[in-house]
């Protein structure tokens, strides 16, 4: 599969999800599953092309389910929309990155918007709160 054009398919989903739900055989307890923290490692340019299908996955499974998007050293450099778009559909708090430093490098703004983002919320609430007490 070329790892820039290829697609995570809803047959190759549909096994992971098969996989998930068997394991382990001997827990009966279905909410077991439910709470599982599971991260699917995925390629990055092969996520890209797959955003339906792995947000699929995600509902799919446990609801501590995440992805880690992951690229080799040799691979070649992916346009940053493409990690991006990721991002954005299945969303921060279930995005990992294991990208080279490169790509980290060149897409700062959006790894590090979490942070900046929880930092501003943090600010304005207790900016809020002080002047609701005046």
């Given at each position: 599969?070329?790892?820039?054009?290829?697609?995570?398919?809803?047959?190759?989903?549909?096994?992971?999800?098969?996989a998930?739900?068997?394991?382990?055989?001997?827990?009966?307890?279905?909410?077991?599953?439910?709470?599982?923290?599971?991260?699917?490692?995925?390629?990055?340019?092969?996520?890209?092309?797959?955003?339906?299908?792995?947000?699929?996955?995600?509902?799919?499974?446990?609801?501590?389910?995440?992805?880690?998007?992951?690229?080799?050293?040799?691979?070649?450099?992916?346009?940053?929309?493409n990690?991006?778009?990721?991002?954005?559909?299945i969303?921060?708090?279930?995005?990992?990155?294991?990208?080279?430093?490169?790509?980290?490098?060149?897409?700062?703004?959006?790894?590090?918007?979490?942070?900046?983002?929880?930092?501003?919320?943090?600010?304005?609430?207790?900016?809020?709160?002080?002047?609701?007490?005046?």
């Open positions: 599969m070329d790892i820039t054009t290829g697609k995570y398919t809803r047959e190759m989903v549909d096994e992971m999800i098969a998930i739900r068997a394991y382990p055989e001997d827990i009966e307890d279905p909410d077991y599953r439910k709470n599982l923290p599971i991260t699917f490692a995925v390629r990055a340019g092969i996520a890209a092309q797959s955003i339906g299908e792995l947000a699929y996955l995600l509902n799919s499974t446990s609801s501590r389910s995440t992805l880690t998007l992951w690229t080799g050293a040799d691979d070649p450099q992916l346009p940053p929309t990690t991006q778009d990721v991002i954005k559909v969303g921060r708090s279930k995005t990992f990155v294991d990208l080279p430093y490169s790509f980290k490098e060149s897409n700062a703004a959006i790894l590090s918007f979490s942070f900046k983002n929880l930092c501003f919320i943090f600010l304005s609430c207790f900016l809020r709160y002080i002047f609701a007490h005046l």
